[in-house]
């Protein structure tokens, strides 16, 4: 199983230490397993220990899981620098056909200002079962 990382996150090289299999969405994956495509909503004041923690936890031999850092247009990191954001973090918006499935980190939802089409953009596309009755 492999954990499919955006090339050069500083994560990787912690992980590969500790023999955790990582690739990034350029070189094909070594195995045929299925591939869950998640995406994590990271709130937490310090991104980078939050990543490595959520994808230890993810290292699962079952799948690979393509690992997509998501942020909002409305959410503003008074903790991490702009620039490690927008190298790393997609919106919400470019990953609406994605997605298996959401993993949400931090603040709680009824202090957190999410845009409404957030939601239903998730609830309806990233579905796995609602793209398998399509097919």
């Known amino acids: 199983m492999s954990l499919i990382l955006p090339k050069r996150l500083p994560a990787i090289s912690s992980l590969l230490k500790e023999g955790i299999e990582v690739t990034t969405p350029e070189i094909p994956l070594a195995n045929d397993l299925p591939v869950l495509r998640i995406a994590l909503l990271n709130l937490m004041p310090n991104k980078e220990e939050t990543e490595i923690q ?9 799948f690979n899981i393509h690992m997509h850092l998501l942020n909002t247009a409305s959410y503003n990191s008074k903790n991490t620098r702009p620039e490690y954001l927008k190298k790393f973090y997609q919106s919400h918006d470019t990953l ?3 997605i298996d499935g959401l993993l949400k980190s931090g603040e709680a939802l009824f202090v957190l200002t999410i845009p409404e089409d957030f939601w239903g953009h998730c609830k309806y596309a990233s ?9």
Not at 54 to 62: D, F, G, K, S
């Open 96 to 98: 609406v056909d994605e």
């Open 54 to 62: 959520i994808m230890r936890l993810l290292a699962a031999p079952e």
């Open 127 to 135: 579905s796995p079962w609602r793209r398998l009755m399509a097919s």
